[in-house]
Nanobody, 126 residues
Framework: QLQLVESGGGLVQPGGSLRLSCATS????????IGWFRQAPGKEREGISC????????NYADSVKGRFTISRDKAKNTVYLQMNSLKPEDTAVYYC???????????????????WGQGTQVTVSS
């Protein structure tokens, strides 16, 4: 059974850091691009970062570029999102998702992703 489980969310002050984890099971990262998305109350789900199936390609939304870093540990079947210099506008539920099409390359639309985790809350507030 294919599964993604996010963890690492919490409450952090502006300027602080968090590292989110997306633990996967039931499939190999070699064949799926993994994306991170977030959704704030009353807003649409936003794609913020993605790592390709090969691990050789990453991308970031302009809103997080230079502050967030995506990485993965194939041995642990886990993808990470290191978030630095957090801002109140980063407050949202963060989701990871797996995409099996497109030869393992990243796509931006959340509707293309096949499998989703349950989400983890990130709150940036003083």
């Amino acid at each position: 059974q294919l599964q993604l489980v996010e963890s690492g969310g919490g409450l952090v002050q502006p300027g602080g850091s968090l590292r989110l984890s997306c633990a996967t099971s039931g499939f190999t990262l070699n064949y799926y691009a993994i994306g991170w998305f977030r959704q704030a109350p009353g807003k649409e789900r936003e794609g913020i970062s993605c790592i390709s199936a090969s691990g050789g390609s990453t991308n970031y939304a302009d809103s997080v570029k230079g502050r967030f870093t995506i990485s993965r540990d194939k041995a642990k079947n886990t993808v990470y999102l290191q978030m630095n210099s957090l801002k109140p506008e980063d407050t949202a539920v963060y989701y990871c998702a797996a995409y099996s099409g497109g030869f393992g390359l990243c796509v931006s639309s959340p509707y293309e992703y096949d499998y989703w985790g349950q989400g983890t809350q990130v709150t940036v507030s003083s």
